[in-house]
């Protein structure tokens, strides 16, 4: 049974107009976190939740936002994607640190953003 | 902040082949390190998890090593079939318990 969900797995939108993926999990993990891959490139760390506690990377662009409502769901907002934004983004949980140890960190199937 | 590098970038070899993919990180300071399996347009597939306190893990044909001292991890693949052929990347979790990718390993076995 898939643990970590991403929807939907491909999405197309228009330059400029405001997108949101979303992400599902059912492990209960405490951390979630959101990456951008693009093609041949390391997977680059976006925002991470730890519990509704909201870390943004600092080179993360403000186009990016990100909403944590309950444990079991994330969702990523492009307010004006360009072509630069269009990637593969890849949800993920873990347990986090004081919850008796880590674990690995879970990933979803992703979800592969064209920006046209 | 961590940084990790994986090598080679790419690899192709016969099928029956035994490999070696190596990870360095610069700070050793880690909780754990992550193989993950990558397929074309897919999400990542967790392969292997060895604790900052452990020194190897194996599944099946896949054994992984850690050698914090050095910064280094290795993923040792036996008899590679063509089912293998992926990247395949390992990530650093360090004091921020946040994995650090390095760019993967791009795999071809061919028949």
């Known amino acids: 049974d898939a643990m970590v969900i991403q929807n939907p797995r491909y999405q197309v939108t228009q330059f400029g107009k405001p997108v949101t993926l979303s992400c599902s999990q059912t492990?209960?993990?405490?951390?979630m976190y959101w990456y951008q891959q693009k093609s041949s490139q390391a997977p680059k760390l976006l925002f991470h939740?730890?519990?509704?506690?909201?870390?943004n990377e600092a080179d993360t662009p403000d186009n990016f936002q990100s909403r944590r409502p309950n444990t079991s769901f994330c969702f990523l907002d492009i307010r004006s994607p360009g072509l630069g934004d269009a990637a593969m983004y890849l949800c993920?949980?873990?347990?986090?640190?004081?919850?008796?140890?880590?674990?690995?960190?879970?990933f979803g199937q992703g979800t592969r953003l064209t920006v046209v | 902040k961590q940084e990790v590098t994986q090598i080679p970038a790419a690899l192709s070899v016969p099928e029956g082949e035994n490999l070696v993919l190596n990870c360095s990180f610069t700070?050793?300071?880690?909780?754990?390190l992550q193989w993950f399996r990558q397929d074309p347009g897919k999400g990542l597939t967790s392969l292997l998890l060895i604790q900052s306190s452990q020194r190897e893990q194996t599944s099946g044909r896949l054994n992984a090593s850690l050698d914090k001292s050095s910064g280094r991890s290795t993923l040792y693949i036996a008899a590679s079939q063509p089912g293998d052929s992926a990247t395949y990347l390992c990530?650093?979790?360090?004091?921020?318990?946040?994995?650090?990718f390095g760019r993967g390993t791009s795999l071809i076995v061919h028949p």
């Open positions: 700070d050793s300071a880690i909780y754990n």
């Open positions: 993920a949980t873990s347990r986090g640190p004081g919850t008796g140890g880590f674990t690995e960190a879970f």
């Open positions: 990530a650093a979790s360090g004091g921020s318990y946040i994995p650090t």
């Open positions: 492990l209960n993990h405490n951390v």
């Open positions: 939740y730890y519990d509704k506690d909201f870390n």
